[in-house]
């Protein structure tokens, strides 16, 4: 699955929303973190915390494809004695970016996952959804992408 342009540019618009312009990957990795964090409040309850982490681990598989440099997302990890929370891993996995393209790599990887909620539970939802926790996305945009 490749993200259709309108998914691209979604992703662009929910990242924007979180703050003001990232230069450096740390930042971008935190960006990636509290943009996934946002998400699963909203989504948790209607696909459930697993269903939400098997799209992000679908997300992580197609966009390492053309990111290679990504590492896996795994539940493997644990920080002082439990499993690494999914922002955890989702960092973890990002960590190895090269600054260059930590911001093109972040927003691949949310089209991806924007492109498979749309198929999962439909545009208008997801677009309900987005509108909720990211007050600050541009309205246009998503009425464009229907």
């Known amino acids: 699955?490749?993200?259709?342009?309108?998914d691209v540019e979604a992703a662009k618009q929910l990242l924007a929303s979180q703050?003001?312009?990232?230069e450096r990957p740390g930042e971008q990795l935190l960006l990636a973190a509290r943009a996934y964090e946002r998400l699963s409040d909203r989504l948790a309850p209607l696909i459930g915390a697993a269903g939400l982490e098997a799209l992000l681990a679908r997300s992580v598989k197609l966009t390492k494809a053309d990111y290679p440099s990504m590492g896996d997302y795994?539940?493997?990890?644990?920080?002082?004695?439990q499993e690494?929370?999914?922002?955890?891993?989702?960092?973890?996995c990002l960590a190895?970016?090269?600054a260059t393209?930590?911001?093109s790599v972040v927003t691949s990887l949310?089209?991806?996952?924007?492109?498979?909620?749309?198929?999962?539970?439909?545009?208008?939802?997801v677009r309900q959804i987005l509108r909720s926790a990211f007050p600050a996305m541009n309205d246009d945009v998503q009425k464009e992408m229907e």
């Open 1 to 6: 699955m490749r993200p259709t342009a309108a």
């Open 19 to 22: 703050g003001s312009a990232i």
């Open 74 to 81: 795994d539940g493997g990890e644990e920080t002082n004695g």
């Open 84 to 92: 690494a929370s999914p922002a955890q891993r989702l960092r973890a």
């Open 96 to 98: 190895a970016v090269d």
């Open 101 to 103: 393209v930590a911001s």
């Open 110 to 125: 949310y089209a991806t996952l924007h492109g498979l909620l749309r198929a999962l539970i439909g545009q208008e939802l």
